[in-house]
């Protein structure tokens, strides 16, 4: 493995001595590298077992010497996320990828450029592949789109401003980001609410943790009584809550506020024991009982059972003279 590394950086201090003389015009791919290494956005060296900077080397050692199709190789992916959110790739430094032919589309399912532009919280760099026909629709192979990947982690001022972007290009406000924008960031959420999402079952689910959500969503025609496709109630995702993390009294009073004033109560086959258990013993008495207000007991409608002599068969041509009566 130093062997190949070495070799790599021998090309690199030479000139790339193999490869042939640059079309007028064509991307300087050379400086391109050079500014990379500048930058400290990849290095000659291996930080670790695996390393994207020696795989972006080897495979422009090969380019350059029209051993391999540069669009067969991720460029754009590994160099952004090369960069990393800390030492963000400059457009400068993509420029001359792209236009040597470098795809900026994702395919197969795998992370596209834009996506990975999104994770790393990258502007700039998302706007310039969004102007290169980058595809802000495209979905990986777990259905995540470029506004999920904006907010799969911390939501910080830079992937908030990646996420309007991409919002004001029409991205589609999907139940994950509008989950994430509901618990960590209520403005962003009602960005996406006025373009068009959905306050559906899991969003909803998830403004238990921001009052301010959870008045938005509601303000916009949410469903007090929905649930969310594992059958979740927003109740039901309060006491999961509670019982699970950290909370403070004035919060949970404002949320339980909320749902009162909305009569919210929820429909459980638990005893109200059980649910008593699930509250923390420090729980103030008078929030206590309103919190229980919500969690009501209601038996299961029960079918008499249909025995099969009691069913009647009916042969085709019956039913055909049924049908036409």
């Known amino acids: 493995m130093k062997n190949l590394i070495i070799s790599t950086a021998y090309i690199l201090s030479t000139g790339l001595a193999a490869a042939q003389a640059p079309s007028p015009g064509a991307p300087d791919m050379p ?35 029209q051993d391999e199709d540069i669009n067969e190789f991720p460029y754009c992916v590994r160099l952004i996320e090369a960069g990393g959110q800390d030492n ?12 040597a032919g470098a795809t900026v589309q994702g395919k197969d399912g795998d992370t596209s450029p834009l996506q990975a532009a999104a994770e790393a919280g990258n502007t700039r760099v998302l706007l310039y592949l969004i102007e290169k026909g980058a595809d802000i629709h495209y979905a990986d192979a777990a259905m995540n789109t470029a506004l999920d990947y904006a907010l799969m982690d911390e939501l910080s ?34 960005e996406m609410l006025r373009y068009g999402g959905t306050p559906s079952g899991e969003v ?5 943790w921001n009052a301010d959500s959870l008045e938005l969503l509601l303000a916009y025609g949410a469903n007090i009584y929905g649930c969310a496709e594992n059958g979740t109630t927003v109740t039901r995702a309060l006491l999961q809550r509670i019982s699970t993390s ?16 909305h009569q919210a109560a929820f429909y459980c086959a638990d005893p109200r024991e059980e649910i008593e258990i699930m509250l923390p013993d420090d729980m103030p008495q008078e929030l206590r009982a309103r919190l229980l207000s919500l969690y ?26 049924l049908m036409h009566q």
């Open 204 to 208: 909803l689910n998830a403004a238990v």
């Open 246 to 261: 950290r909370w403070q009294p004035e919060e949970l009073t404002r949320i339980v506020d909320i749902l009162v004033a």
């Open 31 to 65: 400086q391109a590298i050079e500014r990379l290494l500048c930058y400290g956005i990849i290095n000659e060296e291996p930080a670790g077992e695996y390393d994207d900077s020696v795989e972006i080397l080897q495979h422009f050692a090969k380019y350059s010497n």
């Open 88 to 99: 963000k790739l400059p457009v400068s430094c993509l420029r001359p990828f792209v236009e």
């Open 157 to 190: 001022p830079e992937h908030c401003e990646v996420a309007r972007e991409l919002l004001k290009r029409y991205a589609l406000p999907t139940p994950f980001a509008m989950s994430r924008a509901a618990r960590f960031h209520p403005a962003l959420l009602q």
């Open 296 to 321: 009501t007991t209601k038996p299961q409608p029960t079918f008499p059972e249909t025995e099969e002599s009691d069913v009647e068969e009916v042969n085709e041509d019956e039913y055909a003279l």
